[in-house]
């Protein structure tokens, strides 16, 4: 039992990584590609849209609860792997740039809800504190991209792409060699196409879900346009030694710690408590933004980004908690699926929703229209 959280936040980081290497390297693939710099929503929206597709597919089929779901992660993370790999393919048009990111998409499906089942299925005590190393992971490996190419000046992009192909099929060898089903799984023998609904019957995994979503409605957006906030900012007072790639992966992945911290400081003062109050935070962050990402003050501006990276995901291990404690036993597995399904297309629609907007709106003033989310997950916890 004591190995197996760590065995799954590191294979979770592994597989996760996938998820923003194309916009790691968006720079490269823009001058190789000769696209439009506005493509990098399109791209991030295609990893989105494939990991809605693959999350209601899996929902559908109750994937997560007939099946190991530990070979079902590691299955996942070898598919994903390779397909991302297929953005290296030489001579490639943009159309299919885009099928490649949707593909790994798909299969990341099998990697990030269905590690936050596995956990669930180990921990039924403390799993706010659980799945506050697992998001952590998430975050962590979701901002491994920009490291990674921070480092590799002078080197070809295509190297980020291999790397992280590989730690993920390290990642899902790992899940699958050191963490067989848990204790308390509770497997479905048969299919149930009905079963992804059941959960919504239930006014407190509607409350936490309609929390979720709000709070997704900021997140990807946010995590998306942080090196376009760093560009902007780096070309409106022309600093030449603003490393754009390092500080968007220590911007993003501070908000992993920000998650362990939640998931253990929710054992003392409730995980519905703390989940609204870095909710509330995060908010906050978005109406005050314009004070500060045109400031005259590249610390002041650092010091408040960190401070949004922290607070924009600390509340999501804590609506993971919530979802899978008010769940039906037998199917929280695929209710975990479906509302990570809901979530990321609500992803899209507020990535997109910013990118059309970006063109009429100041990017002083743009962000602010995030604060939708995080009021709206405010008040349906409020009335819960």
Same mark, same amino acid.
Not at 168 to 177: F, N, R, T, V, Y
Not at 257 to 263: P, Y
């Given at each position: 039992m004591r190995r197996v959280l760590p065995v799954i936040v590191i294979s979770q980081f592994c597989c996760t990584s996938l998820w923003f290497a194309g916009n790691a390297i968006m720079p490269d693939i823009i001058k190789s590609f000769h696209l439009n710099p506005s493509f990098l929503a399109h791209l991030t929206s295609a990893v989105q849209f494939g990991?809605?597709?693959?999350?209601?597919?899996?929902?559908?089929?109750?994937?997560?609860?007939?099946?190991s779901p530990s070979l079902v992660f590691f299955i996942c993370s070898i598919l994903a792997g390779a397909l991302n790999l297929g953005i290296v393919i030489d001579n490639i048009h943009s159309t299919q740039l885009l099928l490649f990111r949707f593909a790994t998409g798909f299969f990341l499906a099998g990697i990030y809800p269905v590690g936050m089942k596995i956990a669930s299925d180990y921990y039924q005590k403390g799993l706010g504190k659980s799945l506050g190393f697992l998001v952590g992971?998430?975050?962590?490996?979701?901002?491994f991209p920009h490291l990674l190419k921070s480092f590799a000046t002078g080197f070809s992009w295509k190297k980020v792409i291999f790397a992280t192909s590989t730690?993920?099929?390290?990642?899902?060898?790992?899940?699958?060699?050191?963490?067989?089903?848990?204790?308390?799984?509770?497997?479905?023998?048969? #299919? +149930? $196409?009905?079963?992804?609904?059941?959960?919504?019957?239930?006014?407190?995994?509607? !409350?936490?879900? &309609?929390?979720?979503?709000?709070h997704m409605w900021e997140l990807y957006t946010f995590w998306a346009f942080v090196p376009v906030m760093l560009t902007t900012y780096k070309t409106h007072f022309?600093?030449?030694? #603003? +490393? $754009?790639?390092?500080?968007?992966?220590?911007?993003?992945?501070?908000?992993?710690? !920000?998650?362990? &911290?939640?998931?253990l400081v929710s054992q003392y003062f409730g995980v519905k408590r703390v989940a609204m109050i870095s909710l509330f935070l995060s908010c906050l962050c978005c109406c005050v933004s314009p004070l500060f990402l045109f400031i005259n003050s590249l610390q002041v501006l650092l010091v408040f980004l960190f401070f949004w990276g922290l607070v924009v995901i600390a509340d999501s291990p804590l609506f993971s908690t919530l979802v899978a404690q008010n769940a039906p036993e037998e199917s929280r597995g695929t209710s975990l699926t479906i509302v990570n399904c809901i979530g990321f297309l609500i992803t899209i629609m507020s990535i997109q929703f910013i990118n059309l907007l970006s063109g009429s709106i100041s990017p002083q003033y743009v962000y602010m229209l995030l604060a939708v989310g995080p009021v709206?997950?405010?008040?349906a916890l409020l009335k819960n």
């Open positions: 990991f809605i597709t693959g999350t209601f597919v899996f929902a559908l089929l109750t994937i997560a609860d007939r099946f992971a998430l975050v962590i490996g979701t901002a730690v993920s099929a390290l990642g899902g060898l790992a899940m699958l060699s050191f963490v067989p089903d848990g204790p308390f799984r509770k497997p479905s023998q048969r #299919l +149930n $196409i009905n079963s992804f609904l059941s959960g919504f019957a239930s006014k407190n995994f509607r !409350a936490a879900s &309609f929390g979720y979503f709000g022309h600093l030449a030694d #603003l +490393n $754009i790639s390092l500080l968007s992966f220590l911007i993003i992945a501070s908000g992993g710690f !920000a998650c362990v &911290f939640s998931g709206f997950g405010l008040v």
